[in-house]
């Protein structure tokens, strides 16, 4: 895949798009099972085929920060000196952000919404962020991250005319629409504050077997063709377990959790936990749909587990931590009913393969059984591994 962003100098975030496809996953896969290589029984760890993803418009998710000016603004990343490079013709991008970036620029200039400027920290419009679903006529949830609630009231009353300009660039009007409210200096995605300014909160989205209810804000795999594979991967992998009971710690929108209990049938319990209560929310309203009885629950994972890992009696653990892994205080509670046996297997789906290797050497009771790496992000160095663990 060419790309004259990449080409020119103005961004080098897919660092290995030169390299042919091939060769990236190849690379990739010999990477992860290096990390894997020297732990505690990895011998007789089986890798499976690597899973891989398209090469181009395979995000579901952008994130786009603004720069520019009000009448010319920029959607894309920030040079060091803090002006803006327009990337909204990025190759990787989902085709509804590809077609609707314009639109929006072009909204965004009517509206004489300024852009914030980072060295200065004067003006307004922070961030763009899109998700889209992975239908031939994808839809949309478009977020606009703000200073302050002072603009507010122009996107509220510029809908209209947004959903009518996105109309006539053929495309389907957004079904969600909000603002988020980050005020601090910071080198952050968002803030806490959520205002959503259309009548539906939340996207569905197909993801594999299910559909997922996705809020503005709530975490969501990036390339939804591979996430659904690693999701059923992760369900058959469980049934072959033949679990008892299953706890899906960092559960986000029930991705794991919902194609889990598909499997393995109504006479196994299967509870998520998630400490966005958004997030929750959208997995309590897939399972209803589905008519799957999953029960989601808010609450911090490592402090769920802890305190009550016993009391549900999960014999079967998932864990889909952030970059950092699980940590040595949860490792350490998996370690302890694995070692007592309580726990019988844990499927660790991780993004960072040097903390899920280190995570891994903090539970000694439980030995890596199966393993494989899904591409979610083509032309870059990083990983998402799945590996089952038996007691």
Request: glycine letters at 10%; hydrophobic letters at 45%.
């Amino acid at each position: 895949m060419r790309c004259g962003y990449f080409e020119a100098g103005a961004c080098r975030s897919c660092a290995r798009i030169e390299t042919p496809y091939a060769d990236q996953l190849a690379a990739k896969d010999a990477a992860v099972r290096a990390h894997l290589a020297d732990l505690p029984g990895a011998q007789g760890l089986t890798w499976e085929d690597p899973c891989p993803s398209a090469e181009s418009e395979f995000r579901a998710k952008t994130k786009m920060v603004v720069g520019g000016t009000p009448e010319a603004p920029t959607f894309g990343i920030l040079r060091p000196d803090g002006t803006g490079v327009d990337l909204r013709g990025c190759g990787i991008l989902g085709p509804y952000a590809r077609a609707a970036l314009p639109v929006l620029g072009q909204f965004v200039a009517r509206l004489g919404l300024r852009p914030y400027d980072v060295p200065r920290r004067t003006g307004e419009l922070k961030q763009l962020h899109l998700v889209e679903t992975n239908d031939p006529a994808p839809e949309a949830m478009i977020r606009f991250v703000l200073r302050s609630e002072g603009q507010v009231g122009k996107i509220r009353r510029g809908l209209d005319e947004l959903r009518v300009s996105l109309q006539a660039a053929g495309l389907r009007a957004p079904r969600v629409v909000s603002v988020n409210l980050l005020s601090e200096h910071k080198a952050v995605p968002e803030g806490d504050v959520e205002l959503v300014i259309t009548a539906e909160s939340a996207l569905p989205l197909r993801v594999g077997d299910v559909t997922l209810h996705v809020h503005p804000g709530a975490f969501l795999q990036t390339n939804t063709p591979v996430a659904g594979e690693l999701y059923r991967e992760a369900a058959a992998w469980i049934a072959g377990s033949a679990p008892r009971s299953v706890l899906d710690l960092y559960c986000g929108v029930g991705g794991f959790a919902l194609h889990a209990a598909r499997m393995v049938g109504a006479q196994v319990p299967v509870r998520g936990v998630e400490v966005s209560t958004a997030a929750v929310a959208g997995a309590r309203r897939s399972a209803a749909e589905a008519g799957l009885a999953v029960t989601f629950e808010a609450g911090d994972a490592t402090g769920y587990a802890l305190q009550r890992l016993a009391e549900v009696a999960a014999d079967t653990v998932i864990v889909n931590p952030p970059r950092r892994g699980i940590g040595a205080e949860l490792a350490g509670g998996l370690q302890d009913a694995a070692a007592t046996g309580a726990l019988s297997t844990v499927l660790y789906s991780s993004c960072n393969p040097a903390t899920l290797a280190a995570d891994l050497r903090r539970m000694p009771a439980l030995r890596p059984v199966r393993a494989r790496l899904f591409d979610m992000f083509p032309h870059t160095d990083h990983a998402e591994v799945l590996v089952l663990l038996t007691r």
